[in-house]
């Protein structure tokens, strides 16, 4: 409507003396008009074509079973055996759950819960990329296609950091101090019943290391809340699938029901 406005305006202004002359105005805005349809069509064609790029790196698989409550592998093949930890504990607890696998790897290192990526950096040195702007927003999409607004978000991610190798951390996104003392207490406690070895380590209560500060500022921890994003060390996960997946069966259903109910 304005370029229109634009061009009207301009053939006001240039009163042409002579038919000749006004067809000439008219032919250069029909072109140009032609031309400017064109370019967006193009632009869109090749947004359509980054997109489909884009989310043809991974894929993702989710799981309805009618629950208030979400489990999430976002790193799926790059986390080792988060993607089968979840979907095993997802098959025990029937919560709703979403697997993104091989979207991040070291040749495409997609963050999926953030419109970033990058790979062995510090948050702040993540690269905002259309193509994880796309795989963000279907990770999103999925997560509300099957829970809009879940009673609790739980993120299983892995890490290979040898300092963080003797515990679990978790850090929290909307849970208060005493609300992570009784979730620590819960979950030590479902700990104690596996083989585990690793000890909890909760954000606001003990020291943890990963913070999930990126995706708190500007991923999936600063839309969906109450949520609380797990680390487990590498060994845990390649070792011990089988007791992480009993520790979580374990432990997610009570804190569901003592302090999400």
Same mark, same amino acid.
């Given at each position: 409507?304005?370029?229109?406005?634009?061009?009207?305006?301009?053939?006001?202004?240039?009163?042409?003396?002579?038919?000749?002359?006004?067809?000439?105005?008219?032919?250069?805005?029909?072109?140009?008009?032609?031309?400017?349809?064109?370019?967006?069509?193009?632009?869109?064609?090749?947004?359509?074509?980054?997109?489909?790029?884009?989310?043809?790196?991974?894929?993702?698989?989710?799981?309805?079973?009618?629950?208030?409550?979400?489990?999430?592998?976002?790193?799926?093949?790059?986390?080792?055996?988060?993607?089968?930890?979840?979907?095993?504990?997802?098959?025990?607890?029937?919560?709703?759950?979403?697997?993104?696998?091989?979207?991040?790897?070291?040749?495409?290192?997609?963050?999926?819960?953030?419109?970033?990526?990058? +790979?062995?950096?510090?948050?702040?040195?993540?690269?905002?990329?259309?193509?994880?702007? +796309?795989?963000?927003?279907?990770?999103?999409?999925?997560?509300?296609?099957?829970?809009?607004?879940?009673?609790?978000?739980?993120?299983?991610?892995?890490?290979?950091?040898?300092?963080?190798?003797?515990?679990?951390?978790?850090?929290?996104?909307?849970?208060?101090?005493?609300?992570?003392?009784?979730?620590?207490?819960?979950?030590?406690?479902?700990?104690?019943?596996?083989?585990?070895?690793?000890?909890?380590?909760?954000?606001?209560?003990?020291?943890? +290391?990963?913070?999930?500060?990126?995706?708190?500022?500007?991923?999936?921890?600063?839309?969906?809340?109450?949520?609380?994003?797990?680390?487990?060390?590498?060994?845990?996960?390649?070792?011990?699938?089988?007791?992480?997946?009993?520790?979580?069966?374990?432990?997610?259903?009570?804190?569901?029901?003592?302090?999400?109910?």
């Amino acid at each position: 409507r304005y370029l229109s406005y634009y061009w009207k305006k301009m053939l006001i202004v240039a009163q042409p003396r002579s038919r000749l002359s006004r067809f000439i105005v008219l032919l250069i805005v029909t072109l140009w008009s032609l031309f400017f349809i064109v370019e967006v069509g193009a632009d869109s064609n090749n947004l359509v074509a980054v997109r489909e790029e884009a989310l043809s790196l991974g894929q993702f698989s989710s799981q309805d079973n009618n629950s208030h409550y979400i489990i999430t592998a976002p790193h799926g093949g790059f986390d080792l055996m988060t993607e089968v930890i979840v979907r095993e504990v997802c098959d025990i607890i029937l919560w709703n759950c979403l697997i993104a696998q091989d979207f991040r790897s070291k040749s495409h290192p997609l963050n999926v819960t953030r419109p970033t990526e990058k +790979y062995g950096v510090s948050s702040n040195n993540e690269v905002w990329t259309e193509r994880a702007l +796309y795989v963000y927003d279907e990770y999103l999409s999925q997560i509300y296609l099957i829970n809009k607004a879940p009673k609790l978000y739980i993120e299983i991610h892995g890490n290979s950091r040898n300092k963080s190798k003797n515990r679990i951390e978790i850090a929290t996104v909307g849970i208060n101090n005493d609300q992570a003392r009784r979730i620590k207490l819960i979950l030590q406690n479902a700990l104690s019943s596996t083989k585990l070895t690793q000890s909890i380590a909760i954000e606001n209560i003990d020291y943890i +290391y990963y913070h999930a500060t990126s995706s708190k500022e500007q991923g999936s921890l600063s839309k969906i809340k109450p949520a609380l994003h797990f680390e487990f060390p590498k060994s845990s996960r390649t070792i011990s699938k089988d007791e992480v997946v009993a520790f979580l069966s374990l432990a997610l259903p009570k804190l569901a029901l003592e302090l999400f109910p």
